[in-house]
């Protein structure tokens, strides 16, 4: 994005995902005058001045006017609050939400306006590897969408879903994703050390796995089960690994797991949406 054709932006809430978005924009050449923020939290503020050399500002006033984009990365239960002082400056702007649960009905209600795309990211934008699932209400038009996608395409990778509801399973696999890799890697990390690995050696060992792994579904036109069965010699190691796994039922309690935080979404869109 080149400064002449760079839309202007206002982030409310300046936390960790308005971070990952704020640094992919910056990396694409967004200037940073160009981007507008408003963080209530001290220390969230001095953050982005160190690391954006952003003045935030610590309330909503007439500096949001004018924004071609409004990306909302609150906490879904500070969403209602946020939009009041804010939503009489920006009826004319395209709207960005990332709080988990929110239904664009209770954000168009909020805020006076239709146009609002949610979105769905996660942590991983954080180094240009994000996946965020998109969805647009039918009032956003293919210039708005344009412009969402060069903002979240600054992230990492996209894909839009044609109904609301299916971001609450967007949530549960990549949003909240990200965190059971991490888990799978702290118990990985656990057995290596168990074993009598240093746990720098098994944290290596683990990261690097998952890495390459992933890097290897992502690029061969195999399917995961393929993938896995090359490595699994019948009576080898892996073998009783998996057997293991199968036989504690673990993938039947991961796939029960997502099924929760699904849940979760559709709660807090209940609890916070009102
Ligand atoms: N962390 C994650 O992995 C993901 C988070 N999300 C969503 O992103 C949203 C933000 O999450 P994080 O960045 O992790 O949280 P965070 O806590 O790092 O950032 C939220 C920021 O909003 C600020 N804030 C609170 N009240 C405000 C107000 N009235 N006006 C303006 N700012 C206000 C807080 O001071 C805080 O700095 C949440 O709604 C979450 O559901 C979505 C996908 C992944
Ligand atoms: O845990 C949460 O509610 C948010 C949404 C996805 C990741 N973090």
Redesign the pocket.
């Given at each position: 994005m080149n400064q002449t054709s760079s839309p202007r932006i206002a982030?409310?809430?300046?936390?960790?995902?308005?971070?990952?978005i704020i640094g992919g924009l910056i990396g694409r050449g967004v200037p940073v005058d160009h981007i507008t923020v408003?963080?209530?939290?001290e220390?969230?503020r001095a953050a982005l001045q160190t690391k954006f050399g952003i003045t935030a500002l610590h309330?909503?006033s007439a500096a949001l006017a004018g924004q071609d984009l409004v990306v909302?990365?609150?906490?879904?239960q500070?969403?209602k609050?946020?939009?009041t002082?804010?939503a009489a400056h920006t009826a004319q702007a395209l709207h960005l939400?990332?709080?988990?649960?929110?239904t664009t009905d209770s954000i168009a209600q909020w805020l006076g306006t239709p146009r609002i795309v949610r979105?769905?990211?996660?942590?991983p934008?954080l180094v240009g590897k994000g996946m965020?699932g998109l969805f647009a209400r039918p009032e956003v038009n293919a210039q708005g969408q344009a412009l969402i996608e060069r903002v979240i395409g600054s992230t990492g990778q996209f894909l839009w879903v044609d109904a609301e509801d299916k971001l609450d399973a967007v949530?549960a696999m990549s949003?909240?994703g990200?965190?059971y890799v991490f888990l799978f890697l702290e118990a990985m990390t656990q057995a290596g050390v168990d074993m009598g690995l240093t746990a720098d050696q098994s944290y290596q060992l683990a990261v690097a796995t998952f890495q390459g792994a992933t890097e290897l579904a992502a690029r061969s036109d195999e399917s995961a089960s393929v993938l896995r069965e090359r490595v699994t010699s019948k009576g080898g190691t892996t073998y009783a690994a998996i057997t293991h796994m199968q036989q504690t039922e673990l993938p039947q309690h991961f796939i029960a797991a997502l099924r929760k935080a699904e849940a979760r979404a559709k709660e807090?869109a209940a609890e916070f949406g009102k």
């Open positions: 982030f409310i809430g300046g936390g960790n995902m308005a971070s990952a408003v963080e209530p939290f220390a969230a309330t909503a909302w990365a609150v906490k879904p500070s969403f609050d946020a939009a002082p804010v939400s990332v709080a988990a649960g929110i979105a769905m990211p996660n942590t934008a965020t949530t949003g909240s990200p965190a807090l």
